[in-house]
Every structure is written in C-alpha cells, then in structure tokens.
C-alpha cells in the first residue's frame, strides 16, 4: 500500500494522492464490492457506459439476481433481456450483452475471461469495456480511460479545459504514465481518477477546492482557462427518433406476441418519422417483422416466418 500512497519521506504521486482520496471517499457503489464477480462488473461497465449511476444502480442488482451468470443469459432470449432492459437507454446494448453472454459460454466455458485480448474480442466490449474489467474485476494494470478520465488528465497534466469527444491512443498513453507499476495499485488508481472525475472534476463545475492534486493541476495554475470552441449543447430527446423507437419499444416490450403494424401505428402520428424509427430498430437487430403485418422483438419466440 505505501507504494500506492507515496511514503511520509516522498512527496505522494499523483496517483498516490488520488487513490488516497478515493479511498477516504469513493461513493459506496454494489459492483465496487470485493465480492463482485467478473461478470457482475461487465454488466456494471456496459450499463454505465451511457446512463447515471443513479438509474443503473436497481438495473444492475435485477438483471444479476435473474442472470447472475453469462450462462444464465444466455440460456434466455435476446428478446427478455431487451425487456429487462426496460428504460435505461440506449437498449442495443441489451442485445450486445445477450451476445457477449453467448460467446462467453462458447468460448470460455462460461468464465469471463481475463486476457485483454479476449475480451477485447468479444462482442460489444470496446476499448473502454476491456480494460475497466481486466482493472477492476482481475486488478490489472491497463489504462482505464473514459471522458471523466480524459477530462481530469487533460486538465490536471495537459493544462487544457477539456478533452476531445473521443479516446485517442495519446490517451491511453498519457493515463498509463500516471499508473502506479504495481497492478493492484494501478487498478485502484485508475477508479480514483475515474471517480474523481465524476464527482470532483466535473464538466460544467469542478469543485478545485475538493481535489487532492489542486496543488499540482496545471489547469488549476493557469487561472482555469475557458474552452476555445462552443460549448456543447445537451441533445434533445423530445421529437427526435429516439424518442419515437423508445415509444415503439415500449409497446413491443410490453406485448406477450406479435404486435400488429396498425398498434404501432398509434404512437406517433407521423407516418415517415415512424417508419424510419422502426425500420432502425430492425437495422439494429432489436425488432423483427413477422409475416407482413406484424413486429415483435427479436428472438422473442420461436423463428418468424419469412414475410413474402
Ligand atoms: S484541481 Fe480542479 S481542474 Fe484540476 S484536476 Fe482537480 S478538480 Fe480538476
């Protein structure tokens, strides 16, 4: 631990300072448990990818306790693990984990694997995906990056407001050099500076005065210079197509069978805005027609007769 934390004779390292921090406090969050599995902690990372801790936290604990393994997942259709999905958002990813539970049981005998190239390798598990579950499920050493990591490098080391919208190499490569050589101690600090910047180093209104490396941030030295460009706009959800195949997957979601084409006609007037959403959905494999007339969500059954 003192090689995580710096010793009373060194001054501590970045990591040390913030995985001192984190330590002191990191949010009570189920999937940080020791206990938790490896795939307990896949389904956290790819839950979290795109919605709040807050709204992932019940998902979470209800998709373990009914599928508390891939081999469970797997052994259901594409179809429930869409229902369960329910609203958190974003639901290819219910269809992606569906298959990454299948590969899993092909692949690995049903053990999360723990080789970055075989998890790399399965689907829906990025760059990001990979190296958070062989850090936090197998105490790896790898740079675990994502905005909120991206964001406190590029401000604290980087000097610069914020980083751009997409992970480059240049990240990786600058968030390794701030790993501690040990990989539990790595491990750890890569969840501090992820949770630093969740909830210290913030987008919009990082509280400086909170931070453990304010002494060192260059950003912070420089006087916290704005951005260059425009400032990003929130997206907007209502009337968008979004909004429309949230309201058709709702309808499919809730129905035991095939849901004929004049019910999902009555979410959204909009004859061409609508047509579009689904034929989405089907172009994303979370629908599929059956017969002429009819959509139900994929899997959801036995195979749809062939329309025509
Ligand atoms: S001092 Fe401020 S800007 Fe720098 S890393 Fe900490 S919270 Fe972010």
Do not use: K
Not at 258 to 273: K, T
Not at 288 to 306: H, K, N, W, Y
């Amino acid at each position: 631990m003192r090689d995580i934390i710096g010793d009373a004779m060194t001054e501590p390292t970045f990591a040390g300072r913030v995985s001192r921090w984190y330590e002191q406090h990191a949010r009570d969050l189920p999937w940080r448990r020791p206990e938790t599995s490896p795939w307990a902690i896949l389904v956290s990372e790819v839950m979290l990818q795109q919605t709040p801790v807050v709204r992932v936290v019940p998902a979470w604990q209800a998709w373990l306790e009914r599928w508390p393994t891939p081999a469970a997942l797997a052994g259901s259709s594409p179809a429930e693990a869409i229902r369960m999905w329910g609203r958190l958002g974003y639901p290819r990813r219910a269809v992606r984990l569906h298959e990454c539970a299948v590969a899993i049981v092909e692949r690995h005998g049903g053990v999360v694997p723990d080789r970055l190239e075989q998890l790399l390798a399965l689907p829906g598990v990025g760059t990001y995906t990979a190296r958070a579950v062989a850090a936090f499920a197998y105490g790896q050493r790898h740079p675990v990056v994502d905005t909120n990591v991206r964001r406190v490098v590029c401000r604290a080391v980087a000097g610069e407001p914020d980083a751009g919208p997409t992970t480059r190499p240049a990240d990786l490569v600058a968030t390794e050099e701030l790993l501690p050589a040990e990989p539990a101690a790595a491990a750890l600090a890569s969840a501090a500076i992820m949770e630093l910047g969740a909830v210290v180093c913030t987008a919009r209104s990082p509280r400086c005065e909170a931070c453990p490396v304010e002494s060192t941030c260059a950003w912070r030295a420089s006087g916290r210079p704005a951005p260059a460009g425009p400032t990003r706009r929130p997206q907007r959800y209502a009337g968008t197509d979004r909004q429309v195949r949230g309201l058709l997957l709702g309808v499919l979601r809730e129905a035991t069978g095939p849901v004929p084409h004049q019910r999902l006609d009555q979410v959204w007037a909009d004859d061409v805005q609508r047509a579009r959403a689904l034929a989405g959905l089907v172009d994303d494999g979370l629908v599929e027609p059956v017969g002429e007339t009819s959509f139900r969500l994929i899997g959801d059954g036995p195979p749809a007769p062939v329309a025509g």
